[in-house]
T-cell receptor
Framework: DAGVIQSPRHEVTEMGQEVTLRCKPISGHDYLFWYRQTMMRGLELLIYFNNNVPIDDSGMPEDRFSAKMPNASFSTLKIQPSEPRDSAVYFC????????????FGPGTRLTVT | GQQVMQIPQYQHVQEGEDFTTYCNSSTTLSNIQWYKQRPGGHPVFLIQLVKSGEVKKQKRLTFQFGEAKKNSSLHITATQTTDVGTYFCAGRDSNYQLIWGAGTKLIIKP
């Protein structure tokens, strides 16, 4: 298995621009998670999906952030408009089930907003 | 909200010395997982503990889950340069949510 795939690996954009991060979970995994990691705030859960349905988006910072999962093999995290404080590494992770199963993380997307 | 406190934030050790990181929760956890993140990498699952008082070993790594299922520790014996990274605990709460600790960064002094 190829593992969790994320694209792009690096993204540099100017403030105000729209940014779309992409994730392909491991086949057969029912749960998909989006995390953000910064030095200041550590690893934060933004949102997670179960069977393509958003279950908990309480970690989404504000309305500028949105996430979708149109099918079992694809998810996007969109930031519009982007701000410098959104600069971080964004990880996507998937797992077979919520309870009792480990999460498999993708390599992450390093976002820099100038 | 529920938190899992992890200490210390950083630990500097000489190669060959031992390393320990601790996690504490204010409430009982269903289980606890441990992950390792190498510099520039992503978190990678190490192990899961489920039972009260459980102890598991992986070579030089020893993982413990407290009797009350509120605390856990990871101990590395005789650290090596390959152990460098950040170690995270993540506890499963009563709502089956995974609550992450802040991580402990292991730094090997040259």
């Amino acid at each position: 298995d190829a593992g969790v795939i994320q694209s792009p690996r690096h993204e540099v954009t100017e403030m105000g621009q729209e940014v779309t991060l992409r994730c392909k979970p491991i086949s057969g995994h029912d749960y998909l998670f989006w995390y953000r990691q910064t030095m200041m705030r550590g690893l934060e859960l933004l949102i997670y999906f179960n069977n393509n349905v958003p279950i908990d988006d309480s970690g989404m910072p504000e309305d500028r952030f949105s996430a979708k999962m149109p099918n079992a093999s694809f998810s996007t995290l969109k930031i519009q408009p982007s701000e410098p404080r959104d600069s971080a590494v964004y990880f996507c992770a998937s797992s077979k089930s919520s309870w009792g199963n480990e999460q498999y993380f993708g390599p992450g997307t390093r976002l820099t907003v100038t | 909200g529920q938190q899992v406190m992890q200490i210390p934030q950083y630990q500097h050790v000489q190669e060959g010395e031992d390393f320990t990181t601790y996690c504490n929760s204010s409430t009982t956890l269903s289980n606890i997982q441990w992950y390792k993140q190498r510099p520039g990498g992503h978190p990678v699952f190490l192990i899961q503990l489920v039972k009260s008082g459980e102890v598991k070993k992986q070579k030089r790594l020893t993982f413990q889950f407290g009797e009350a299922k509120k605390n856990s520790s990871l101990h590395i014996t005789a650290t090596q340069t390959t152990d460098v990274g950040t170690y995270f605990c993540a506890g499963r709460d009563s709502n089956y949510q995974l609550i992450w600790g802040a991580g402990t960064k292991l730094i090997i002094k040259p």
